[in-house]
């Protein structure tokens, strides 16, 4: 079936280590993007790439990096940068058209837990 | 930064009865859209309204859309317990090219 794959869905991580979360589509889209939520608050987009081998800076790009290699894959790294990186990582894609985004696929999420 | 802002932050209402949830945005969109969303779960997509559009259907979901009010509504008609979620809006904004998400309505809806 078609859809996006994240994992591991949950994670646990010591402080002053990086952690990468995977990030799979199989949709065949263009657009991959990343979005944080804590308790009670809505989606920060993170990171977004609307073409391989280019990706851009959203609201709260500080302490992660991203690589865009591969029309499928949008792995996210959280680093030890990130100051309070405790949080439920959400991987989205969509087809782009022109200059409108269109609806939204997401994966079921990644909770990182930092000890 | 967050575009769109949910009103009510939280709904409790009965199976049978009718959910309502707003949202407002700051600026010119393309569309706006919303999703569904279970707890510990990904985000859903409902329905998305264009911005030259002023009302959408979809089963018992209905959207409004106010433009020149920077506002939009989903409607639940004859809600159930399977309803029971957080609901987000999300605007396209025109000069931005992602969608920004509000901080979404709970709706818990008791059998």
């Known amino acids: 079936d078609g859809g996006i794959t994240q994992s591991p869905k949950y994670l646990f991580r010591k402080e002053g280590q990086n952690v990468t979360l995977s990030c799979e589509q199989n949709?065949?889209?263009?657009?991959m993007y990343w979005y944080r939520q804590d308790p009670g608050q809505g989606l920060r987009l993170i990171y977004y790439s609307q073409i391989v081998n280019d990706f851009q800076k959203g609201d709260i790009a500080e302490g992660y990096s991203v690589s865009r290699e591969k029309k499928e894959s949008f792995p996210l790294t959280v680093t030890s940068a990130q100051k309070n990186p405790t949080a439920f990582y959400l991987c989205?894609?969509?087809?782009?058209?022109?200059?409108?985004?269109?609806?939204?696929?997401f994966g079921e999420g990644s909770r990182l837990t930092v000890l | 930064s967050q575009q769109g802002e949910e009103d009510p932050q939280a709904l409790s209402i009965q199976e049978g009865e009718n959910a309502t949830m707003n949202c407002s945005y700051k600026t010119s969109i393309n569309n706006l859209q919303w999703y569904r969303q279970n707890s510990g779960r990904g985000l859903v997509h409902l329905i998305l309204?264009?911005?030259?559009?002023r009302e959408k259907h979809s089963g018992r979901l209905r959207v409004t859309l106010d433009t020149s009010k920077k506002s939009s509504s989903l409607l639940i008609t004859a809600s159930r317990a399977a309803d029971t979620a957080s609901y987000f809006c999300a605007t396209d904004e025109i000069s931005w090219g992602k969608l920004q998400f509000g901080a979404g309505t709970q709706v818990v809806v008791t059998p």
């Open positions: 309204i264009r911005s030259n559009e």
């Open positions: 989205a894609s969509s087809i782009r058209t022109g200059e409108t985004t269109g609806e939204l696929f």
């Open positions: 949709l065949n889209h263009d657009a």
